[in-house]
């Protein structure tokens, strides 16, 4: 829905009754919303809101109303009334207006101006001891979409990453390499940096399993074996040695970690995600404790017999939550404080948005009380956690610790080399280029899995199949790709120089192409509610409705066969701004869209 004729009819709306009836009406109570397709009209006011000041029944108040928009704005041409719901259709020439307005603008849909304020958003937020997996691909895809989507809805968007890079998960994978790494690396081992450190991560668990069982078998009771197992008991001396700065330990540790980010890297490049500012929580932490303390010494917290540091939440509905150990090292809530701390002083945003899980929405909820209410920050006011649901797989829940995660490396890889095979069996690339193929490759797998994961509402649980992902049919990327490629082949056989060709006679628009020229309008909009629920789906399934329509009027309507020269130069240039509406809604889930297929 444009912005600019709602605004417009919002604007007579308020005239209405401020004239008629010495009433104002605020212009966010005026609701007007997109006819319903088996109902006559373009848009549709709500008017039971209005009984109360017209003292008139809906159906009554709608009527004078429809008449008052039909006499007062030009681009109204009739309107009906259906149980209270005015139904007000617009000029064709506004449609065709429409048309030639947008057939140049690339950016149709997209907003180049951050008019709308700063909007810092994490995502990723992996830990060094493993690589990015499955879960990891849905949170990276989904954070990164969300930030394109702010940013085209006119935000200025910081997109920053926490590399969890310290902490009792980090020592147990560091450990596991000194003890029966015999000094691999990278290069010796043939894996990636991440991978490799995930390897000792899932023989550390193995080993420390190993040693409860053999306590369990000395008549140790379970829990007290999980807390009394050597190996457990050296990680934590670690990790306190880490944190007194212990120069054999730092040096392993920052050895290590390089490993990782090297890897990360590597993946980030191939999924397409990028970031303006990474922080690391081993530079995050010690803030974090700073505010601890402060908080500690003005009585906010409290410290108990064994020094550890706790916050009292229980008048707040909460529980009390750890804040520092008892041997002074920090947990997340600390590191966590001290980030945000961090981010604010940085790019001192309106919000902060952190795209987690939600399993940790205990967290934020901790997080977001402790920094507003309890030690007074106004700007953790802003802080929203957009948490999502779980990826499943259809043999089940994935575990780190036990190696059974799906791969984001070895996912796309095979989302790749599945495109491949569909694409090479269908013929598809029998003229392309061998450099052409493998580019188109990639399109399509990377595309599939992306767009299966996002058109999904982020707040629900997910089941991935990579088969149904890449399906030519249905709803999914290479379906909308497809008719990416058709309408690019179309247009490019038409000849049509869209930059001399900026007039349409409206009286040759018909019904199918009012509908799709409709849906077209509608793309502004769609952009800003799914920036305003932070909701790449509410982009992909307009994709692929439009998508759906589009091929419906490919099929009903002749184009390049049509004999009325300024019917084929409309049809053309609907098909034209479809294809922008594709490329531009398939760019903000980061997905690229191939001319040829």
């Known amino acids: 829905m444009s912005t600019y004729i709602t605004e417009n009819i919002k604007q007579n709306i308020q005239e209405y009754f401020t004239s008629q009836y010495q009433a104002n009406i605020a212009i966010e109570k005026i609701v007007i919303q997109k006819t319903k397709s088996d109902f006559e009209g373009d848009f549709t006011i709500v008017c039971f809101s209005f009984t109360p000041i017209t003292k008139k029944s809906p159906d009554i108040s709608a009527n004078e109303l429809g008449e008052y928009l039909v006499e007062k704005n030009r681009l109204v041409v009739k309107y009906n009334v259906i149980k209270g719901f005015l139904n007000i259709t617009l000029s064709l020439s506004y449609w065709s207006d429409f048309i030639s307005s947008n057939l140049s603008n690339l950016k149709f849909g997209l907003k180049t101006e951050n008019s709308k304020g700063r909007i810092v958003i994490e995502y990723s937020s992996p830990n060094t001891n493993k690589p990015l997996h499955l879960g990891h691909v849905r949170n990276n895809l989904l ?81 007290v074996a999980e807390k009394q197992a ?37 993946t980030y490049k191939q999924m397409g995600i990028s970031f303006d500012k990474i922080y690391y929580e081993s530079n995050t932490y010690s803030l974090g404790k700073s505010l601890v303390e402060d908080g500690l010494k003005k009585g906010i917290f409290n410290q108990r017999e064994d020094h550890s540091v706790w916050a009292d939440l229980t008048n707040d509905g909460l529980d009390e939550k750890l804040l520092l150990r008892g041997d002074g090292t920090s947990v997340y809530m600390t590191q966590d404080l001290g980030t945000a701390q961090l981010r604010n002083d940085d790019y001192s945003p309106e919000k902060m948005i952190y795209v987690v899980g939600n399993e940790q929405n205990y967290h934020f909820d901790v997080l977001k009380l402790i920094l507003h209410k309890k030690l007074g920050y106004e700007w953790a006011g802003g802080i929203h956690h957009l948490s999502y649901g779980m990826v499943e797989l259809p043999s089940g829940k994935m575990k ?163 004999e009325d020269q300024e019917k084929k130069n409309i049809r053309l240039a609907i098909s034209q701004i479809t294809r922008i509406a594709i490329r531009n809604s398939m760019f903000l889930l980061g997905i690229d869209v191939p001319s040829k297929m």
Not at 175 to 195: C, F, R, V, Y
Not at 503 to 511: A, C, G, P, R, W
Request: glycine share 6%; with cysteine; hydrophobic share 40%.
């Open 143 to 223: 954070g990164h979409s969300v930030a394109s989507i702010l940013k085209a809805d006119g935000f200025d968007v910081k997109k920053v990453n926490l590399i969890n890079d310290r902490g009792i998960h980090i020592c147990k994978s560091m450990l596991a390499w000194m003890k029966w790494g015999n000094q691999e690396t990278p290069e010796s081992s043939g894996l990636k940096g991440d991978h490799l450190i995930g390897k000792y991560y899932v023989i550390f668990d193995q080993k420390y399993k190993e040693q409860i069982k053999e306590l369990v078998a000395t008549g140790m009771v379970q829990e």
């Open 230 to 266: 050597p190996l457990l008991i050296e990680a934590q001396e670690m990790l306190l040695k880490w944190e007194h700065n212990d120069p054999e330990v730092r040096r392993i540790w920052e050895l290590l970690n390089s490993w990782v980010y090297d890897g990360f890297e590597f």
């Open 400 to 562: 780190s610790r036990e190696g059974t995660v799906v791969d984001a490396d070895e996912l796309m890889l095979a989302m790749i080399e599945e495109a491949k095979l569909q694409t090479i069996e269908k013929g598809k690339t029998d003229q392309f280029s061998p450099q052409e193929a493998t580019e188109l490759y990639r399109m399509i797998g990377l595309g599939a899995l992306k767009y299966f994961i996002l058109k999904v509402d982020p707040m629900k649980n997910m089941m991935f199949n990579p088969e149904q992902s890449i399906e030519l049919t249905g709803n999914t990327a290479p379906f909308i790709q497809y008719t990416h490629a058709r309408i690019c082949s179309l247009l490019e056989k038409s000849g049509v120089d869209f930059t001399i060709l900026h007039h349409y006679e409206s009286s040759k628009l018909e019904s199918a192409e009012l509908a799709i020229i409709r849906q077209l309008h509608e793309y502004p909009s769609i952009i800003t509610e799914a920036s305003a629920n932070y909701s790449p789906a509410v982009i992909a399934n307009y994709a692929f409705e439009l998508v759906k329509m589009y091929n419906s009027f490919y099929q009903e309507k002749p184009i390049l066969k049509e």
